[in-house]
């Protein structure tokens, strides 16, 4: 491997041993896989879980070198109307296995696909599950029509917990070098929220500009606003100075931060709070009417400083 190679690709796992997480379903599709007999499967959760990587594994332990001759990939976000599955996947799936008991049609974010798309797809899998097994990947199961679903083993990923962030976080920095501390992997769980692709690529980049990296360059990385700032601001705007706490968040802006990844960051400040229960569910639904103006394309300046208002007429 060269340094020009990305970590997310370098440290993926090839195996079901190098597997990070997840062994509440890891089990499963091992015994799965050993016995040869590998059903449609369907893996759900949120990204940077390992869904594509199991995929993956699975076909290098099924067919060996052989694996990218008999796996067919595709990206439903990109493909996802009705023609891939009436040309690409059925022109797959319908030529014959050699050396092989079956072949794999993985379908990574199969939930961008069109109901037409889905109902098509239904009738493949059903048409050529002597010659072909189908793994799909999806963020959101509710968006798979049950037809689908009902004709795979379905298995749902989780979040990464601390502890498998830290021995992948381990694994990288003995790999490439890196001295971290305790509070600079603890910044690196907070900043990933359980995905691993976003810590590896963190590391990544704080490697850049030195061997050891510290809590700061990984919240400097991350676009994280300091401890310090968020719980300044809420206090402010909980007090009525809501000129002060502007400030604050027109620095924080300033400095790289999203109006999504900010209002992130107030909801989990205001359990913090020195307010009782039912203010801070208050202002927990304020947070959440915000994030959705935000995401329909509002102006962050202004929906952000509503919210601040809010925090005031709190107290009035």
Known sequence: MTDSFLWAEKYR??????FVGQTHILDGVRQLVEQGNLPHVMFAGPAGVGKSTLAIVVARTLFGDRWRQN?????????????????KVKNFART???????????????????????????RTMENFSNSCRFVLSCNFPSKIIDPIQSRCVNYRFKSLTKEDIFALVDRIAKGEGLKLDADAKESLFACCEGDCRRVVNLLQAASTSGKTIDKDKVESLAGLATPQELPEMLSLAL??????????????LGAGLSGQDLIKLIQKGVWELDIDDKQKLQLVDRCGECEFRLVEGSDSVIQLEALLAQFGLLRA
Request: some cysteine; charged content about 35%; overall charge negative.
């Open 13 to 18: 796992p090839k195996t079901f041993e190098e």
């Open 71 to 87: 796996v067919l990939e595709l990206n439903a976000s990109d493909e996802r109307g009705i023609d891939v599955v009436r040309t």
């Open 96 to 122: 014959k296995a050699f050396e092989v008991p079956f072949k794999i049609i993985f379908l990574d974010e199969c939930d961008a696909l069109t109901r037409d798309a889905q109902q098509a797809l239904r």
């Open 239 to 252: 007090k009525g100075d809501l000129l002060t706490a502007r400030k604050h968040l027109i620095g924080m």
